[in-house]
């Protein structure tokens, strides 16, 4: 398979009180277009800078990082908000929700950065809330909706662009283990369905399980 993300020899540092912190040190892998990958590891372990690196919201230290065959350390400001909002779909552990915005407002939100037509925005928006199952629940906002239904809405906002690749934060982190699971299942579906690479960022061996492939990550390194 094609590879949409190449990594190589990926590192990445901070200054933290006079001391460079070593967050990732020399890390090689590749996501191929329409994969579900999980990446695991302990608090601290660098998966989370993994994420920001994937994300296109940091720039590695060292090595590089090619999405869809450009360096993302070469592209400007601007290249990388583009790639952000056309390319990747974000979410998260605490959903990010808009609270005083509806379901349907809060998914078409990407859709306002691109420029699109409010009529279409809306019809694209109800849409990805429809292939999560929330046709109903479109005019709610966030309050009036359970943390499942909360990280659904977050999923159709992370698909409703139609993206290349998902990025999942600990997406099951706030939810009881089975709205977990049907959280994960759901991602699967859409992961097949559409053909749109999905990375799972996760400490749960239960959640990995549900990918294709696994990602250990240890101190900044990639273990197994």
Not at 93 to 105: E, W
Request: glycine share 10%.
């Amino acid at each position: 398979m094609t590879a949409l993300v190449d990594a190589v020899e990926v590192h990445r540092t901070y200054p933290l009180d006079g001391v460079e912190v070593h967050a990732l040190r020399g890390v090689s892998f590749a996501i191929a277009a329409g994969e579900f990958v999980a990446i695991r590891g302990p608090s601290g372990s660098g998966k989370s800078t993994l994420l920001h690196l994937l994300g296109a919201l940091d720039r590695p230290s060292q090595g590089t990082i090619h999405f869809a065959g450009r360096d993302v350390a070469a592209m400007s400001d601007a290249d990388l908000a583009e790639l952000r909002n056309r390319r990747i779909g974000f979410v998260f552990q605490s959903f990010h929700l808009l609270p005083r915005t509806t379901a349907l407002g809060n998914v078409a939100l990407p859709l306002v950065y691109r420029g699109m037509p409010a009529g279409e925005r809306r019809q694209t928006a109800a849409a990805a809330l429809e292939s999560v199952g929330l046709s109903d629940r479109m005019n709610h906002r966030p309050s009036q909706l359970s943390g499942g239904q909360q990280q659904r809405v977050a999923i159709a906002r992370a698909i409703v662009g139609e993206p290349d690749l998902i990025l999942a934060d600990e997406p099951t982190g706030n939810l009881d283990t089975t709205t977990g699971h049907e959280v994960m299942e759901l991602l699967r579906r859409l992961n097949r369905e559409r053909g749109t690479a999905v990375v799972v960022i996760t400490h749960d061996v239960d959640i990995a399980a549900v990918a294709d492939r696994t990602i250990a990550v240890v101190d900044g390194r990639i273990a197994a």
